[in-house]
């Protein structure tokens, strides 16, 4: 593999970094859309009631996501970069500690002793170079970029109003129990699909991912009009106002 082979592979790699958040938005959208859509319409034949359902939800829930990731991602960064911080000052303090430390942690890896004390040695030359290492390979700092909230809190709020607007747009088209069918099968397919491609960027079968993520779907469509219909069974005398 030629050297930009391999700088174009660490660019996708960086590319991916926020595929997290894009499956676990349109799954999470979709799936907690559709499940609360079917239990509307368990409970009312209201048209108009389960489209302003879903709509409301997809706003809050891409807000309330996205608030959560940025403030989980800016809470890991925080955390990230104080041991980070860390690190470097007890390199900084203590350098003969930080380079036996780094020997330990190469000798664990597979090499000599010898060749360890080696690498250490041209890299103290280096302050840079010894202080990313010894980050990485002592304390498991790796430079991996989890460093950008606002990107992921973006990311996250997008895709969960993707996924989110899934299930709603055969209501905006039909009504009653076809728009329930077709939600369902929709929502399904699009789960599908989102699966099948987690699983060829996993090198997994792509099949497979995706009828774990179809079976996941239609279950929780299934539950949500189940509970639908439990509530308007139990509560018959409760009614949506139109």
Aim: proline fraction near 3%.
């Amino acid at each position: 593999m030629a050297l930009g082979a391999i700088q174009q592979k660490k660019e996708l790699i960086e590319s991916r970094a926020r595929i997290r958040e894009l499956v676990f938005g349109i799954q999470d959208g979709l799936m907690s859309t559709v499940g609360l859509l079917t239990g509307v319409q368990g409970a009312t034949e209201s048209t108009a009631v389960v489209i302003i359902t879903g709509l409301t939800a997809m706003f809050s829930g891409a807000i309330s996501m996205a608030a959560g990731s940025y403030l989980s991602s800016s809470a890991e960064k925080d955390i990230f970069d104080k041991e980070l911080r860390e690190a470097e000052a007890l390199a900084e303090r203590e350098p003969y500690l930080a380079a036996e430390g780094l020997v330990k942690a190469l000798n664990q890896e597979g090499l000599a002793r010898e060749q360890s004390y080696h690498i250490v040695k041209v890299l103290l030359s280096e302050e840079q170079a010894f202080l990313r290492t010894f980050q990485e390979k002592v304390f498991g700092l790796g430079s991996a970029q989890i460093n950008r909230p606002l990107q992921a809190a973006l990311v996250m709020a997008a895709s969960f109003m993707v996924g989110a607007f899934v299930p709603i747009v055969p209501y905006l088209l039909i009504g009653g129990r076809q728009a329930l069918c077709l939600s369902i099968v929709l929502s399904g397919f699009v789960l599908f699909a989102v699966g099948f491609v987690k699983g060829r960027l996993a090198a997994k079968s792509p099949a497979r991912s995706g009828t774990q993520f179809f079976v996941i779907a239609v279950g929780a469509a299934l539950l949500g009009y189940l509970i639908g219909l439990m509530v308007q069974h139990f509560f018959p005398g409760v009614s949506i106002p139109t």
